[in-house]
């Protein structure tokens, strides 16, 4: 049997950890762009309310309506469904690879290859999250400008 070096076990265990982590980030931040745009859809639904029996649009309500438009497309660029995440591998490439290949790899060089596959993952990955959390920065700007409009609307319109 093959020993391992522990240094290679801490290496993959870490690239574990920050894949893990990263996967639980995106989780939080796609369930709080979904509350965000339940906020928004109240928020509109109630400047809808306030147009009926009106003729025209006040300011405040036009810049409401845009807002949400806006905050729409930032919330759905962050839930929209995505097929090229990776936070895993399959484990029958990397068995026929490493284990039953014509030469088999070492344990320790399996170890140091997964955690630096797993490294560039986590870096594909960091783009696309950090994308994320720019559009949905900005759909909370937006929240407070829509907010913001509605109320000026109801109380000094």
């Not at 845009?66 to 962050?78: D, K, N, R, S």
């Not at 907010?147 to 000026?152: D, E, L, P, R």
Request: aromatic content about 10%; proline content about 3%; hydrophobic content about 50%.
């Amino acid at each position: 049997p093959m020993s391992v070096d522990r240094r290679f076990e801490i290496a993959y265990e870490e690239a574990t950890r920050a894949i893990s982590d990263q996967q639980e980030a995106l989780d939080a931040i796609q369930t709080r762009a979904g509350l965000t745009g339940s906020a928004a859809a109240l928020v509109a639904s109630l400047v809808t309310d306030r147009l009926s029996g009106r003729g025209s649009l006040s300011f405040a309500l036009e810049i409401a309506l845009v807002g949400y438009l806006g905050i729409a497309v930032c919330i759905g660029f962050v839930l929209w469904p995505r097929r090229k995440w990776r936070f895993h591998f399959q484990a029958s490439t990397h068995h026929s690879s490493y284990i039953e290949g014509p030469a088999p790899v070492d344990a320790n060089l399996i170890q140091r290859d997964l955690a630096l596959y797993l490294d560039l993952y986590f870096e594909e990955n960091a783009r696309k999250v950090d994308r994320m959390n720019w559009a949905f920065g900005i759909a909370l700007a937006l929240l407070l400008l829509v907010s913001i409009a509605f109320v000026y609307d109801v109380v000094g319109g």
